[in-house]
């Protein structure tokens, strides 16, 4: 490359003063690294300006080997890192500082190898270093062994094992392990029972605020589950743990004051509630607050359109019984517009999905009438009726025998209608009901008219094969199936 030699004087003194620093930086760069150097010849100025170009390229590569070799781990540079979502660098500092022995690089480390994040996922190396981050009493790692080895995360469940790193993190101070291992206490697991020590982890996690463990004591004080019940503890401990915004303690507080539990009966304040449970996405205060303002409990202002949009949010999200509610609504019409065939579908939804027995008769009652289907079906009924009565729903047992003295879907068969007709009475036996009352009847007219000695006696033997048939599925029949309302509050474990 040829320059003039008559460049302009500015230039020139510019261009020296850049070369002289290129010189400087470079030598000092070669004697750091020991590399080779010889000092370059006098040369003149167009001689001088590639052989800049090759210094300050040269210079480039020496600070970049230079930057490389002097990284020093830290963890406040590597948690900034972790925070601003640098993986990468984040995992470099971790990495060296976890080698070094440092727990809480270990515990980092650990969670970025459970997830995945800036490196593939290993579970198991994760494991290892939780375990060696905890052995260091580092508080977050000691409860996260707890709380792998409850669930085996990465290795296999051991309650035994659980227990004794919550009791190592409760008695280290965390608030989340103590109250992991009073559930734990109070659930008998591993352990025996012992509802007093429980209280009193319970209580030494909800005084640091914790609210779960808030509501957990309420409920053992609510409950007299070792303490004395105490219905004003157990409200001003649900009421702490509410007021943080836990659902299923708005939702104890809504009970509470709907049903005068241990406080003045108060529908507004019990509606107000649960109302910011069901706000939140909490299915059974959905379903409650629905159904008060489908009865005008609490606000009189509400009435079945507002309940409506309640039971569909709670149906949406799988309630069985708002299900069926919704499609009552759509079948009479009463806050939503009249639509059999919305209904044959919403009844549809609780009857296969959530096995609900009361939306099996709704739904057999339509396909026999006809109503939100393409025409009448009988057989369809009469499989419904079935399912009901598989269900060990009385009102099950009551179709059946309809079916089977009319001829609904099936045969003419007195013996069997009999039959069906005595389970529902003696399933309903004690309670005066419509049902009851219906089933006793058909009994009576069955026996009257149309049943000889020999057709009781096989209606007997009948009855008698089924009941030792069913005896085993009744005794597995799961809690609050059929009409039963849910249980009010609920337990974290």
Not at 242 to 253: E, F, I, R, S, T
Not at 353 to 374: H, R
Not at 407 to 422: D, L, M
């Amino acid at each position: 490359m040829k320059f003039k030699k008559n460049l302009p004087e500015k230039g020139r003194a510019l261009t020296q003063r850049l070369l002289t620093f290129a010189r400087t930086y470079y030598l000092g760069s070669c004697e750091k690294f020991h590399v080779p150097f010889r000092i370059f010849p006098p040369m003149t100025l167009p001689r001088f300006l590639p052989a800049f170009l090759i210094v300050l390229m040269l210079c480039g590569t020496s600070a970049q080997q230079a930057h490389a070799q002097g990284f020093r781990p830290s963890f406040e540079a590597g948690l900034s890192a972790f925070n601003y979502g640098d993986n990468d660098l984040a995992a470099r500092h971790f990495w060296r500082l976890a080698a070094q022995g440092d727990s809480r690089a270990q515990y980092y480390l650990a969670y970025m190898l459970d997830t995945g994040l800036g490196m593939g996922q290993n579970i198991q190396q994760a494991v290892s270093y939780y375990r060696k981050s905890a052995e260091q009493d580092y508080l977050p790692a000691v409860v996260y062994m707890g709380y792998i080895y409850s669930i085996g995360h990465g290795l296999k469940r051991d309650d035994e094992q659980a227990f004794k790193w919550y009791a190592r993190a409760a008695q280290l101070g965390d608030p989340i392990a103590q109250n992991n291992l009073a559930t734990m206490l109070r659930m008998g697991r591993p352990y025996k029972k012992n509802l007093p020590l429980a209280s009193q982890w319970f209580m030494q996690s909800a005084t640091q605020g914790n609210m779960r463990a808030q509501y957990n004591l309420a409920t053992m004080y609510r409950l007299g589950e070792g303490v004395q019940v105490n219905y004003p503890e157990a409200l001003r401990w649900y009421t702490f743990a509410a007021n943080q915004g836990d659902v299923y303690a708005q939702n104890a507080l809504g009970y509470m004051y709907r049903n005068g539990n241990g406080v003045e009966k108060n529908p507004t304040i019990a509606i107000d509630w649960y109302r910011r449970a069901a706000e939140q996405g909490h299915m059974p205060s959905q379903f409650v607050i629905a159904r008060m303002y489908e009865l005008g409990e609490g606000d009189p202002t509400k009435g079945p359109e507002d309940a409506a949009i309640w039971y569909m949010h709670a149906a949406k999200t799988g309630n069985a019984r708002a299900q069926h509610r919704v499609a009552l609504m759509y079948e009479t019409g009463n806050g939503l517009p009249k639509d059999f065939a919305s209904a044959v579908s919403w009844y549809r939804k609780a009857a296969e999905e959530n096995t609900y027995p009361p939306s099996m008769i709704a739904l057999g009652q339509l396909y026999e009438g006809g109503l939100g289907v393409a025409r009448a079906n009988p057989k369809a009924a009469f499989d419904w009726y079935q399912k009901a009565a598989e269900e060990l729903y009385p009102h099950g047992f009551i179709e059946l025998g309809r079916a089977h003295r009319y001829g609904v879907g099936t045969a003419i068969n007195p013996v069997e209608a009999y039959k069906w007709y005595f389970l529902a009475a003696e399933e309903l036996r004690g309670q005066t009901s419509e049902l009851r009352n219906t089933a006793v009847r058909n009994i009576s007219e069955l026996s009257a008219t149309q049943l000889s000695p020999a057709d009781r006696d096989k209606a007997n033997r009948e009855i008698e094969t089924w009941k030792a048939r069913q005896g085993l599925k009744r005794q597995r029949l799961p809690q609050g199936r059929g009409n039963r309302p849910a249980d009010p509050a609920f337990q974290y474990e």
